[in-house]
């Protein structure tokens, strides 16, 4: 198949390609092109928009359960001393605390990095099992598995009395959110229009910041009005809970599910739900897409798709492409400006940590703002290298602040680092997007949902390591610590430069074939494909949608 198109594709893009050189088939009384790219990739984003709304409607739906993630983050107990978390709750230190030498009660230091190590490994946990899990039940029924974890560990929430139960509680909610960071990007990868997926995955970074912020608001309050009753918060957070149970059970499995176990009809009853009512949608010729797609991939795999097939051949290097990208989220000094951001800022003079979370808020959502709108326009890879080179810039700056008096009260320095702070945010978070969405677009479709998993852990294994070095890290090296993370970073950055591709508008099986012909990563926005030359002459056949 692989030769056949590439030749093609030559043939759409030197002499035009015409009926007879698609080789029309009758299959079951329809007419089968071989299609692996939907004609409906060749609509302006304005209109791709406006015709698959309800799948975008869909999508908000999906993403509900990250306004857990976000009240996670904002309670992350890592943020030592943030008065906008639930670390700083006078009711919840007595509740959880220790009387020190000093006589007063405070939390311990190790039961805060074992709370905060533990939402790492509960995603672990569920990696061990997620793959098996969503390729045998289904991707929805994987929503009501995140939602079991997030409803045990919020019941933990509420009845913890000692810090053994609430670090039990973490590592449920880590597991939830585990699962959702699997499941979700895998779903939306499916069911999204390649013309516009890009921009979709920002809807999690949306519902997070979302939950982020309610949060913030919703500890700043308690903790001046409430300062002994933690648990009203843990109460609130029923809300988003019940929310997406309820979103959830609207939402359609996924058609790629159903082909990938023969069920044809369950597939189409799935796209009509999607995308019923669409002018000139033909769901005999989409459902022809996802089935040879998925017949090409296990043609070539030539046995029944296993993990470890994410680590032969052509889909090591997809694999090992995305757990780079997952992996620099920790290099790219996570630990030492976000998770810590209220030291960072009470170093620039700002002792308003409910301040500091609405300015790194605003930074996070205008970073989202930006790569909706531009990165099904302009694509990912340049957008991608060009923040990862700049925060490889920060950390080196962030260290030479030292230098400079940023940490002995010298307010030109602070305030330097306060703006960098901000700038790191911006760049920091474009990183995190795209990882979600690589995570998703990279793998080949019978291994999309094995690849997460394994790209997750060894991002979660980082996320550990770094929760336990950070701290002794700040204390020996102060901002100087910006060094380490930079020179770890450095490396990084040269491999996205080389080996990370531009997968804007690409179909599943447009992705395959690049990996297939072994085009380098820097040439695939310039590179036609088969299945696109043969999309274009269907579209001169068929009429455009």
């Not at 890592?78 to 030498?101: D, M, P, R, T």
């Not at 949306?206 to 949060?215: A, K, L, R, Y």
């Not at 770890?488 to 080996?499: A, D, E, M, N, R």
């Amino acid at each position: 198949m692989a030769s056949l198109a590439m030749e093609k594709a030559e043939a759409a893009h030197t002499a035009g390609i015409g009926a007879d050189t698609i080789g029309i088939t009758e299959v079951d009384g329809y007419e089968s092109y071989g299609l692996v790219k939907s004609r409906f990739d060749e609509l302006s984003l304005p209109r791709t928009l406006w015709v698959f709304k309800r799948v975008i409607l869909i999508i908000l739906a999906v993403y509900t359960g990250y306004v857990c993630e976000g009240f996670e983050i904002i309670n992350n107990p890592a943020q030592l001393g943030a008065g906008g978390s639930i670390v700083a709750n006078e009711g919840f230190i007595k509740q959880f605390g220790e009387h020190g030498g000093t006589g007063v009660r405070a939390l311990n230091a190790t039961w805060l990095s074992t709370w905060s190590a533990l939402l790492n490994v509960g995603q672990i946990v569920t990696l061990t099992h997620i793959a098996w899990f969503a390729d045998k039940y289904g991707r929805k029924t994987s929503f009501y598995l995140a939602w079991i974890w997030l409803v045990v560990g919020c019941v933990f929430l509420n009845t913890a009395k000692s810090p053994s139960v609430w670090a039990l509680a973490k590592l449920c909610n880590g597991a939830g959110i585990g699962v959702l960071q699997v499941t979700c990007q895998v779903y939306v990868m499916e069911i999204c229009p390649n013309r516009i997926r890009g921009g979709m995955v920002t809807f999690q970074s949306v519902w997070s910041n979302i939950g982020g912020i309610i949060c913030a608001v919703m500890m700043q309050q308690l903790n001046q009005k409430h300062p002994d009753n933690y648990l009203l918060a843990m109460r609130i957070l029923w809300a988003p809970i019940g929310l997406m149970i309820v979103c959830w059970t609207l939402v359609p499995e996924s058609p790629w599910f159903h082909a990938r176990h023969g069920n044809k009809d369950k597939a189409l009853k799935a796209m009509r739900q999607l995308y019923g009512g669409i002018p000139g949608y033909d769901f005999e010729e989409e459902y022809g897409i996802i089935e040879r797609t998925i017949a090409h991939e296990k043609e070539v795999l030539m046995e029944v798709p296993s993990v470890i097939h994410v680590f032969k051949g052509l889909n090591l290097k997809r694999t090992l492409t995305v757990m780079v990208l997952g992996i620099s989220q920790q290099l790219a000094g996570l630990a030492i400006i976000s998770t810590y951001s209220t030291y960072f800022f009470s170093l620039a003079g700002l002792e308003d940590p409910f301040l500091a979370t609405v300015i790194l808020s605003c930074c996070n959502l205008l970073a989202v703002l930006c790569w909706s709108l531009t990165t099904d326009k302009f694509g990912r890879r340049t957008i991608i290298n060009t923040c990862e080179t700049a925060v490889c810039v920060i950390l080196f700056v962030v260290g030479g602040l030292y230098w400079t008096g940023a940490t002995t009260g010298t307010a030109s320095a602070g305030t330097a680092l306060l703006v960098i702070c901000c700038f790191w945010t911006f760049f920091y978070s474009i990183i995190v997007m795209s990882y979600y969405i690589y995570s998703a677009e990279l793998p080949s479709a019978i291994l999309r949902v094995k690849t997460g998993p394994v790209t997750f852990f060894f991002n979660s294994c980082m996320g550990i390591a770094t929760c336990y070095a950070t701290p002794p890290m700040l204390l020996a090296l102060s901002v100087k610590a910006g060094f380490v993370y930079g020179a770890f970073s450095v490396p990084v950055c040269i491999i996205f430069w080389f080996y990370l591709p531009e997968t804007k508008g690409r179909s599943t099986a447009e992705i395959d074939e690049l990996y297939e012909r072994k085009i380098q990563a820097w040439r695939w926005s310039k590179t036609a494909t088969a299945a696109e030359g043969q999309m274009h002459a269907v579209a001169q056949i068929k009429g455009r949608v």
